[in-house]
């Protein structure tokens, strides 16, 4: 069992694995998932659900809340009383974190570089001011920076918070002895340096920074709001020959709903009556609006343009296609992506070693710094390497690397039709060197056309159309839907057929007008005892069509190519997937001539014909043998098992719900293009990711020692805690800028 929970308390990566570390402890959880780029803990109970009430007893001890989702207005709204929290500290010490700033940037310009002093304020104003600032920075504004000393002290549990509240209590607790006991200091040959302009500043930029952090991660989730925003939230519904307006929730399968122009479509279903064109865009990416009539399939949260109508809803609930979206892409965005692994590794371990390289490099300067300094100097550079380590280094650029990225790229992906399963998809996706196609409904339309029509008697085309018309109106063949199609593009009419007959397996016959008519394949040509020549069926085949002959007992009076014919941007996109060196495969169970002609019309590279949905299944394994990483593209029943086979399975959303369920990847509407578009949100957003991981490991691998002292006695460089706290605010911030601007990629 699996349940999701709303986490409350988190402030880094390393919080989220805090957590996770500590429920996975319960002997009754299989498996736990939390994400710090969402709040959520997903939860994997062996046996029974344990209550909300017994998981907080594990985790509050730590300082951290899970509430079930749905249960308190607090799980909605965290993230925003967060946000208003940090806005209300912001407004009281920006103004003083900004000010000490400038003033200690005059400072260090007049000893580089003699600048003047252009501020002189008097020490016996300053510092008070400053022990003032600091107090309410360090107890109000980092609260939970001393929380987190004192979970670590009691529980052992340490994360971000852990080192800034180490950090700046010990610049802030040091100042107060230097301040209140200049004498013992001056005994003791310590530094007199004060620090209370340390903690001020560094507080209040790492708050700046959670702030803009937190504003920035709210983006990140602007895909599902947009989702769940499509929701209507009533419907116009037929009671008893009464229109009444109904909550959606009271709505069951079989009402009939009214819509009207201009409205929102509320739930799913079929139009019994009227017609319309409906915005789809919000679910498919296309904007372009679609026709609809009775029959026809809506969409719950789409956009009716002019049109008025009705339709019986066929799904509620859970079962609509939006709530069927939104929580794909929730689960989705909860996902891990496999290069994640690596990246929760290394941050388990990182705030302890981060811990020990600041004690280390406090205590090594205490006993080395005498050789490269004056004694009274070696504390304070000592104390602070001690506070610009533990305040430089964030796990949380590295915990928001990845599932940032992945939040963005799966939102965009469903904006744009494309639903992601799992993150895992998404990455294995952008690694891609095969692609195998199904033909009908993938490559081609999936509805038979005449591609071609010959008239071989002596009859007008419009008598002949209207016979043709006439007869395959009456038949349920497949093929009939496409003669009756083509033959009322024709404008043909409805003549009186008497002792319509349909002739099993060959077609059908017919009396029009005292006339007796036979349309059928070669089989029914052939009881008739009449010749078609070779010639004739030579052609059709290799065009990839199905012959229809038309007579009249006697003679050949008509023939038809019908096919299946291809989508509009097949062979633009197969072209687009040769540009990135990705071999294609058609795989379906069609003759090898039809399968052969559509091949080269889109310039497939090789086909496989007459397969059935094991033969694909083990064609997908043996191209993974040869060393292609393999997507499959389906629709149908029999893509099921190639489609669970492949690397990444990718299914038409047009197609069967087993074909969908089996995919790792759905194409809206059924749109060949998505794939390409799809192939490129992967590259895009792995790109993002890699771009994340590389400014997030060098920014530590740079920062930890360049604080620490290491480059010092090299190159006489240190860094100043101020500047450590900066950086440290900006690396997470910058990292989420990263993942947002796959927002503006093109894909």
Known sequence: MKTSYKVNGMHCASCALLIKSRLEKD???EKCEVSYATNKASITFKNSEKSIEELNKQVSKIG????KFGQSSQSKDSALLDLA?????????LPFTIGIFALMLIEIFHKLFGTPLFINIPMMFLNPLMIVVSTISLFWVGKDYLKGVYRFIKYGAANMDTLVGIGTSVAYFYSLVVFFFPNLVTKLNLSHALYFDVAIVVIGFIT??????????LKTGDAIKKLMGLQAKTALVEKDGKVVELSISNIKIGDILIVKPGSKIPLDGKIIS????????????EFMPVKKGINDTVIGGTLNKNGHFKYKATKVGAQTMLAQIIKLVEEAQESKAPVQALVDKISSIFVPVVLVIAVVSFLLWIIVGPYFMPFNQTLGFALSSLIGTLVIACPCALGLATPTAI???TGKGAQNGILIKNAENLEHLNKVTAIAFDKTGTITKGKPEVVSFNNVSKLKDSELTNIIYSLENLSEHPLAEALVQFTKGKKAKELKVIGFTTIEGKGLKGFIEGKSYYIGNLALMKDLKIDIEKAVMTTITNQGGTPVFVSDGKSLISYFSISDTLKENSAKTIKSLHKLGIKVILLTGDQLETANFIAKKVNIDQVYAQVLPKDKADVIKQLQKDGHIVAMVGDGVNDAPALAQADVGIAMSTGTDVAIESAGITLLKGDLSKVLKAINLSKNTITTIKQNLFWAFIYNAVGIPLAAGAFYPFFGISLNPVFAGMAMALSSVSVVSNSLRLKIKSI
């Open 407 to 409: 939040i963005v790229g």
């Open 27 to 29: 002997e009754n959880v």
């Open 64 to 67: 951290y809340t899970l509430e």
């Open 85 to 93: 929290n940090l806005k209300l500290k912001l407004q009281v010490t």
């Open 274 to 285: 009227g017609s319309s064109t409906v915005n789809e865009s919000m679910l498919t990416g």
């Open 208 to 217: 700046l920074g959670k702030y803009l952090e937190i504003k920035s991660k």
